[in-house]
């Protein structure tokens, strides 16, 4: 499985944007997508997951700090995962990863995740 992270950018605080997920190769119709961050000096921390049964139903689960302002959400025609972040602030500057478990089974832990894809840049300015 491969995993292809895209969408990061430079943005004002307050502005959006979208990351995008692509996941290739052999997948499971049970799998759990998570989005961590990175920010310099710190711990990669849990962002946003994404839990599907069956390639229908889904569960999604936010880290507090983002709750009410990302959302993620799939599309199994194009195997993508998508985190929309909207109302930007710096602190929202890091390096976003995608992750994919071949489970359904939701966890917020990054050891739990098998396969990551490579970082996306994203950088809020005051």
């Known amino acids: 499985v491969q995993l292809q992270a895209s969408g990061g950018g430079a943005v004002q605080a307050g502005g959006s944007l979208r990351l995008a997920c692509a996941a290739s190769?052999?997948?499971?119709?049970?799998?759990?997508v998570g989005w961590f961050r990175q920010a310099p000096g710190k711990e990669r921390e849990f962002v946003a997951a994404?839990?599907?049964?069956?390639?229908?139903?889904?569960?999604?689960y936010y880290q507090d700090s983002v709750k009410g302002r990302f959302t993620i959400s799939r599309d199994n025609a194009k195997n993508t995962v998508y985190l929309q972040m909207n109302s930007l602030e710096p602190e929202d500057t890091a390096v976003y990863y995608c992750?994919?478990?071949?489970?359904?089974?939701?966890?917020?832990?990054?050891?739990?995740?098998?396969?990551w894809g490579r970082g996306t840049q994203v950088t809020v300015s005051s």
């Open positions: 992750a994919l478990r071949l489970s359904g089974i939701y966890s917020p832990l990054r050891d739990d995740y098998r396969y």
């Open positions: 994404i839990k599907v049964i069956n390639w229908s139903g889904s569960n999604v």
């Open positions: 190769g052999r997948t499971s119709s049970s799998y759990a």
